[in-house]
Structure formats: C-alpha cells, structure tokens
C-alpha cells in the first residue's frame, strides 16, 4: 500500500512517530505561526516557554513528555539538574532557575513535535496546517506516487460495487470488503482510499463529478452512449450544446481553483509579513531599553559632577579663608548639601 494523504489526526495519533519524523525538519513554519521565544543561546527552550507558546497549560506538556519520552530525547532534549544545570547557564549563557529536581530543556525540533502532538491547541492546529500545506503542494508526479494506483476504472467500480452493496443491506466494511475483492485489492487500501476521497469530496459521486470521470472513462461513455440510443438529427445541436456547457462548466472549475490556490499563497505571504513586523518591533522595544539605561547613566554622571563642582567649590573656600586671628578653626558650611566643611589650625580640611 502506497503512503496516503495526510491529515490532522495523521500527526496527533501518539503512534504515528514515523509520520512526525518525516516532517521534524520543518522548523521554519514555528515562527511563520507565532514569534518564538528560545533561551539566550537561541538553541534551547523550557516546558514552560513551550507552554506559552502553545497557550496551553504546563501540565499537558509535561503529560506528553512521560508519554513521548523517546521522540523527544531523539530531537535533542536535555534533562539537566544541579552542576549540569550550572554548567549548562554558563557554557550557553543562559539564565536558567536551578532547580532542586531535573529540569529537562528543548530544541526547536521539540517544540514543532509538540505541535504535531497537541490535539486541542489553536497554536498548534495552525502548525500543523502548514505542515498540511506543504503536503498539499506536492507535485503530481508525487501525489499520483501518495494515492498509489487507483485508476479511473477503480473508482468508478468502488463507487458502483459499494452502492450496489450498501442498497443490498451490507454494512460499509463489508460493502468495502466485496468491492476489494472485485478489484482485486487490500481492503485496508480500499477503505483508505474511499476514506481519502470522501473526506475531500463528500462523496464518491461528488468525486467522480467533480474530476468528471462519467465522461473521460471510456466504459462509462459507451453506457451513456448506450442508454441515448441512435438520437435524431434534431437532438444532436442540443446534446452537443449540453456538452459544451459542461465544458464551460468545468474550464470555470478550474479558474476557481487556481484562484484559490493563489489567495491561500497570499494569506501564506501576509503571515510571513505580519511576523517580519513582529520582530521589527521586539528590535525596537530592545532598543528603546538601551537608550534609556543609556539616558539613566548619563542622568547619574551629571548628578555626580554637581555634586563633585560643589564639594571643589566648598574646599577651595576653605583654603582661601584660612585660619582667624584669634586660632579658631575656620568653619565653611554648605547648607544645600547638608555638609560642614572645616580647616584645622595645621591646615587640614575635614567633612563633619
């Protein structure tokens, strides 16, 4: 059986550690969601920086770390307590809390898989709607490889064996089961393809509709044939005008589709945008911090020189008044600052 579509539950499902892997490269998508917040050394992260991330509470991370240990260990996790905490702040410059028990930090590759994981985290739905995306953007040369097969003969047998099955009282398995064994089929292959198809489409029918496999099957259009009979000569302008309808019909099919592949591409191209802005501003807000510790400094400098002048000023009158004439001590006093400044009879000049 060839590799099936992907969907959401593809990633969530603990044991589909094989599908997460092929996809635990695309870390870039992380930060096309939602700006993320690593350590200082930009290469680690903790439960709780994941959490927010996410906006999910800390206890349903760790509830996925006892579970997934494994996965996690394989993307880098480090499970770090008391000198090898220490140890890791000062090699990464980081400014983890020491804990008294372990505490485990993350790579980037940990944080995606979280999101492959978390079933009911907006955050990471959008994640992995654009690991969805990429899926979706696959070439039809891969897609043809994905579906694994099926011609439109096979579909168009499935839909009418199953229908037939179904109307005869038969439960879907069962009906499934028959129509494998007519196309001569797995029916795990069989039940995953009209699983595919009709999770896209609604419907079989809607399917064979839509990709208009009535008209392009070579069997299906001898039956039609078949079923008109010999039309007279007046009939044919009108059946051909049916068919050009049709036509028209499914050239705007087409038309739509590309335009919404082209509206999906843009709203792709505002989220990347939208978070280029995001990290403009964390630049600026950064900034804003260093020029006012920067204006603080100069603030303190100048409060020093003040008071440096004054304490000058205060001494050199002291030294200029002298001694009295009667011996005494001269005494200077500096009201504004509060100090008294005084010169001994042996010239020395002492702050009270």
Do not use: C
Not at 81 to 109: H, Y
Not at 224 to 243: A, F, R, S, W
Not at 274 to 283: F, G, Y
């Amino acid at each position: 059986m060839g590799i099936l579509k992907l969907y959401d539950e593809s990633f969530t499902s603990s044991e589909n550690d094989s599908i997460r892997n092929k996809y635990i490269d695309r870390i870039d998508v992380l930060d096309k969601v939602k700006v993320l917040s690593m350590l200082p050394d930009n290469k680690h992260i903790t439960a709780k920086m994941i959490a927010e991330y996410y906006e999910v509470d800390k206890n349903v991370i760790e509830q996925i770390i006892k579970k997934q240990r494994n996965e996690f260990i394989s993307d880098g996790m480090l499970m770090l307590k008391g000198k090898e905490a220490v140890d890791f702040n000062t090699e990464n410059n980081s400014v983890l809390v020491i804990p008294r028990k372990m505490i485990n930090v993350f790579t980037r590759r940990s944080v995606l898989r979280f999101g492959m994981l978390l079933r009911d985290s907006v955050i990471a739905k959008e994640v992995r709607n654009y690991l969805l995306s990429i899926e979706e953007n696959t070439t039809n040369e891969q897609k043809k490889i994905v579906i694994g097969g099926w011609t439109d003969d096979d579909v168009l047998t499935l839909n009418k064996i199953f229908n037939q099955e179904r109307k005869s009282g038969n439960s879907k398995m069962e009906s499934i089961r028959i129509a494998a064994k007519a196309l001569e089929k797995n029916p795990q292959t069989v039940y995953q393809k009209y699983r595919n198809v009709t999770k896209k489409h609604g419907s079989l029918e809607n399917y064979i509709s839509t990709i208009n496999l009535v008209y392009f099957n070579k069997e299906s259009q001898e039956s039609h044939q078949t079923e008109l009979g010999n039309p007279k000569e007046e009939n044919k302008t009108e059946l051909n005008q049916i068919h050009l309808e049709i036509n028209r019909f499914l050239e705007n099919m087409n038309t739509v589709k590309e335009l919404e592949l082209k509206v999906s591409q843009l709203k792709l191209e505002t989220r990347e945008i939208k978070h280029k802005l995001e990290l403009k501003e964390l630049e600026l807000e950064a900034k804003a911090v260093e020029i006012n510790k920067k204006d603080r400094t100069i603030s303190k400098l100048k409060k020093s020189k003040l008071a440096l002048e004054s304490n000058i000023k205060a001494i050199r009158k002291i030294v200029l008044s002298g001694v009295n004439n009667t011996g005494e001590i001269a005494t200077i006093e500096e009201e504004s600052l509060g100090r008294t400044y005084t010169k001994d009879k042996n010239g020395l000049v002492e702050l009270k």
